[in-house]
């Protein structure tokens, strides 16, 4: 079943949109955390695919 639109889902209400504490949070977080570096170390003991029982 299909949600009701509201006129506040539409795309020109969107400007207006107060960002919650979640967007605020993860913005802030891409800003601050170093992804690629992070990645780095960590894909050495990430499993990779390929044969055997998959990872849990």
């Known amino acids: 079943m299909n949600r009701q639109k509201t006129l506040a889902n539409t795309s020109s209400f969107e400007k207006y949109k ?3 504490k979640r967007e605020k949070f993860l913005a802030e977080m891409e800003r601050v955390v170093p992804w690629k570096e992070l990645y780095s170390l960590i894909e050495p ?3 990779k695919a390929g044969k055997g029982r998959p990872p849990v």
């Open 18 to 20: 107060k960002p919650t």
């Open 45 to 47: 003991f990430y499993p």
